[in-house]
C-alpha cells in the first residue's frame, strides 16, 4: 500500500484495482478531495499463475516422452518381447 492517507488533505484514501490487462494497476484516490494517484504493481497474479501452469505442463509433457510408458514396458514383459 502505497498511500494510507490522502498525501493532500489527510482525508481517507480508497483504492481500485486493475488487473484485465495482465498488469495490476492499483489507483488510489482520496474521499475528501479526490486527489488521486495510481501505482505499477507489476504482473499480475493471474498470469504469472497462468505461466506457471504453462511451464508445468510443457515439463510434464517434455518428462511424459523422454520415459517410455509403465505400461508398454508392461505389455512388453507380459508378451515375452
Ligand atoms: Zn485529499
Redesign the pocket.
Known amino acids: 500500500m502505497k498511500y494510507d492517507r490522502?498525501?493532500?488533505?489527510?482525508?481517507d484514501?480508497y483504492t481500485e484495482k486493475d488487473s484485465s490487462s495482465g498488469r495490476v494497476m492499483r489507483e488510489y484516490t482520496?474521499?475528501?478531495?479526490?486527489?488521486s494517484d495510481f501505482a505499477d504493481e507489476g504482473t499480475a497474479l493471474w498470469q504469472i499463475l497462468s505461466d506457471d501452469r504453462e511451464e508445468q505442463e510443457k515439463v510434464r509433457r517434455e518428462k511424459a516422452a523422454a520415459k517410455p510408458s509403465f505400461w508398454a514396458a508392461f505389455w512388453r514383459r507380459l508378451l515375452g518381447r
Open positions: 490522502c498525501p493532500k488533505c489527510g482525508g484514501i482520496c474521499s475528501k478531495c479526490h486527489w
